[in-house]
Structures are given as structure tokens and as C-alpha cells.
């Protein structure tokens, strides 16, 4: 069955920590990957997207994500956490206009 | 403003009650879903509609009704809510492959 697996279910890091989430799909063929986020008691907004081109795509609040085809891979970094950071982080693909998002990692930054 | 608006925010309700969420979308996506998040199991799939009238389950269909007669409203409906259906519900729609939006959640408690 199609999938989209994310490894850590839990992150806590301290403040200036860097970051990476992991984020792997089991879809072949042409894809299209987004990461989201949900601050505390919100909806959850666009971090960033992929659809084609250069691998490496930079999105909002200092992230990027990196798409490994050959790991079917699409993780996300940051270089240095802030407080504001503490979320709950959705990896999400698209393929033949179904849309399967990840269960979720959920990104505790200590001040 | 382009948004996907969801009523209500907040419910409490008894077991058995029919009940109505409604989400609206002025984007004229054709695309619309819905999901609900529950702690450790991210976000499921309840329903989705590719167009008016077209309608599908989605991941935990059980004990949901939805309904797509206009391109910018799709209802939830409880029929018989249960305690189990208890939780936050997300409305989403999308063009195409592009990436979801959101609306603000609707917090469920069947009692």
C-alpha cells in the first residue's frame, strides 16, 4: 500500500539545535511533496513544496527539504531551531491527485 | 481572502444527536476533504470530493455522511455521533496537485 512514513514521532531539541526530520514515501513514479505545520491550537500551513527541479527547495522561517529520488526520501531541515519552532511537523504527498500525509512529528524546542 | 471556512469551532454534544459541520471555500478548488486528528495517529482521511456530486471515502469513513451539490460547500454529517467520533476536524481543499488549505478545525465532543 502506498505510504508516507515519518521515523520520529517525538523531537526535543534545545534552542540553536540543528534540525532534521525524516520523511519517506513508498509511492514510484512522479510525485509531488509538501511539508506542513501546526503551532499549537492552529490549522496546519504550507512549510513548503516540491513539484520538479532543483532538489533542494527552501521554504518559510529558515527550512528546506531536501528530495533524494533514489531514497524516496524528502526530509526537512533547519540549521538552527528557535522556541518558536515547537510544532507538529506533516510530510505529505501527492501522486495522481490522491494526497497521503505522513502521522506526524511533533518538535518540542526548550528554551 | 482566500480561505476554507469551517462552523462550527467548538461542539459538545450527546451520543446519538445528528449533527452538521459545515466548510466552505471560495477558491473554487475542486478539490475538497475531509480529516480528523487524533493524538499519535496524525491525520486521517474521512471523506473526499474531486468535484460537485463526485464524493469518496476516504481512510475511517464509518459514521460519516458528506455531500458536494455546490463546488464551494462540503458538509460533514454525523448521523448518529458515537463517543469514538469524538475529536478535531479539518477541512481541506486544493486545486489539482497543489497544496492543501485548511481551515481552522472543528473540536468534537460526544458525550
Known amino acids: 500500500a502506498q505510504s508516507v512514513s515519518q521515523h520520529n514521532h517525538h523531537v526535543i531539541l534545545s534552542e540553536a539545535a540543528s534540525l532534521e526530520l525524516g520523511c519517506n514515501y513508498s509511492y514510484g513514479g512522479t510525485v509531488n511533496l509538501f511539508w506542513y505545520v501546526q503551532y499549537p491550537g492552529q490549522h496546519l500551513q504550507l512549510l513548503l513544496k516540491y513539484f520538479s527541479g532543483d532538489p533542494l527547495v527552501k521554504g518559510i522561517k529558515g527550512f528546506e527539504a531536501e528530495f533524494i529520488k533514489s531514497k524516496f526520501s524528502f526530509n526537512l531541515r533547519k540549521p538552527s531551531v528557535q522556541w518558536s519552532d515547537t510544532a507538529e511537523y506533516f510530510c505529505?504527498?501527492?501522486?495522481?491527485?490522491?494526497?497521503?500525509f505522513g502521522k506526524g512529528t511533533r518538535l518540542h524546542i526548550l528554551p | 481572502e482566500a480561505q476554507v471556512t469551517q462552523n462550527p469551532r467548538y461542539l459538545i454534544t450527546v451520543t446519538g444527536k445528528k449533527l452538521t459541520v459545515t466548510c466552505s471555500q471560495n477558491?473554487?478548488?475542486?478539490?475538497m476533504s475531509w480529516y480528523r486528528q487524533d493524538p499519535g495517529l496524525g491525520l486521517r482521511q474521512i471523506y473526499y470530493?474531486?468535484?460537485?456530486?463526485?464524493?469518496d471515502k476516504g481512510d475511517v469513513p464509518e459514521g460519516y455522511k458528506v455531500s458536494r451539490k455546490e463546488k464551494r460547500n462540503f458538509p460533514l454529517i454525523l448521523e448518529s455521533p458515537s463517543p469514538n467520533q469524538t475529536s478535531l476536524y479539518f477541512c481541506?481543499?486544493?486545486?489539482?496537485?497543489?497544496?492543501?488549505?485548511f481551515g481552522d478545525g472543528t473540536r468534537l465532543s460526544i458525550l
Open positions: 505529505a504527498v501527492t501522486r495522481d491527485d490522491k494526497i497521503i
Open positions: 470530493s474531486m468535484n460537485v456530486e463526485v464524493t
Open positions: 481541506a481543499s486544493r486545486h489539482s496537485n497543489q497544496p492543501q488549505h
Open positions: 477558491m473554487n478548488h475542486e478539490y
